[in-house]
């Protein structure tokens, strides 16, 4: 009789631990995922750029990446440029080669101002609808004006549509630097929206898409720094974020 009891209790001892145990283990995964929200494929990116799949939560602590696509633009990458150094923002700028050779005062002010410079390919192709002979030739042109200009040879590249093979990366030495946020910016002119929706999306680790060849995205950059710096977010450059 007596060791029924604590048989009945022990049961209920067991019972409680199980229940404990899922709502633990329902915790960690949900913090797994606010800290590592990225998607599938910036992961792999991730991976593949730090050869490392130990994701440490201290890398990506108040940490955010702003990626500025499809530039440079006369008065749209000057203006925000301005923004940023007023700021004490660094970010990161995939240039196209061709927009390059027309406005290397600016791709020089970038780097000099302590921005990152990546490619994005030279004429903004869709890599894997290029012949591989042609697709090698819109990085590496890229990186040979990157270089003339600033005497460094990018080893980011943001592929056009996020759409590249591993393979022809790999054979130009390039890392694959995507996305976790997407504003499409390229498509909208109300910021106000756009900056609620990116700042209450925005945790640790994301790597922000805007295009600073828009007005109202330079706009909607700045003011999201403005939000995000308040609440204790530092910016760095995607290197700071993939490797350190
Ligand atoms: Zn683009």
Same mark, same amino acid.
């Given at each position: 009789?007596?060791?029924?009891?604590?048989?009945?209790?022990?049961?209920?001892?067991?019972?409680?631990?199980?229940?404990?145990?899922? /709502?633990?283990?329902?915790?960690?995964?949900?913090?797994?995922?606010?800290? =590592?929200?990225?998607?599938?494929?910036?992961?792999?990116?991730?991976?593949?750029?730090?050869?490392?799949?130990?994701?440490?939560?201290?890398?990506? %602590?108040?940490?955010?990446?702003?990626?500025?696509?499809?530039?440079?633009?006369?008065?749209?990458? %000057?203006?925000?440029?301005?923004?940023?150094?007023?700021?004490?923002?660094?970010?990161?700028?995939?240039?196209?080669?061709?927009?390059?050779?027309?406005?290397?005062?600016?791709?020089?002010?970038?780097?000099?101002?302590?921005?990152?410079?990546?490619?994005?390919?030279?004429?903004?192709?869709?890599?894997?609808?290029?012949?591989?002979?042609?697709?090698?030739?819109?990085?590496?042109?890229?990186?040979?004006?990157?270089?003339?200009?600033?005497?460094?040879?990018?080893?980011? /590249?943001?592929?056009?549509?996020?759409?590249?093979?591993?393979?022809?990366?790999?054979?130009?030495?390039?890392?694959?630097?995507?996305?976790?946020?997407?504003?499409?910016?390229?498509?909208?002119?109300?910021?106000?929206?756009?900056?609620?929706? /990116?700042?209450?999306?925005?945790?640790?680790?994301?790597?922000?898409?805007?295009?600073?060849?828009?007005?109202?995205?330079?706009?909607?950059?700045?003011?999201?720094?403005?939000?995000?710096?308040?609440?204790?977010?530092? =910016?760095?450059?995607?290197?700071?974020?993939?490797?350190?």
């Amino acid at each position: 009789m007596k060791q029924s009891i604590w048989h009945r209790i022990y049961s209920r001892i067991c019972i409680l631990e199980v229940f404990c145990g899922m /709502i633990l283990t329902g915790l960690v995964l949900q913090n797994h995922n606010r800290i =590592f929200g990225l998607n599938e494929k910036s992961k792999e990116v991730i991976a593949q750029a730090s050869d490392d799949t130990d994701y440490g939560y201290r890398r990506y %602590e108040n940490r955010i990446a702003l990626t500025f696509d499809d530039g440079p633009a006369a008065e749209t990458t %000057e203006e925000l440029l301005e923004g940023l150094k007023e700021r004490g923002v660094h970010a990161t700028f995939f240039f196209i080669g061709e927009s390059a050779q027309k406005h290397p005062e600016i791709v020089q002010k970038a780097q000099q101002e302590g921005h990152l410079i990546g490619n994005h390919t030279y004429s903004h192709v869709q890599l894997e609808n290029c012949s591989i002979e042609a697709a090698r030739r819109e990085i590496v042109q890229t990186n040979e004006v990157m270089e003339q200009i600033t005497g460094v040879i990018p080893k980011y /590249i943001r592929p056009p549509y996020g759409d590249y093979s591993n393979q022809l990366l790999s054979e130009v030495n390039m890392i694959p630097v995507l996305w976790s946020i997407d504003p499409k910016d390229w498509e909208r002119t109300d910021v106000s929206n756009m900056v609620r929706e /990116i700042v209450s999306d925005a945790k640790d680790g994301d790597i922000i898409l805007f295009h600073d060849i828009y007005k109202t995205s330079v706009v909607a950059a700045l003011e999201v720094v403005d939000i995000l710096q308040d609440r204790g977010y530092v =910016f760095v450059t995607v290197d700071e974020l993939l490797l350190d």
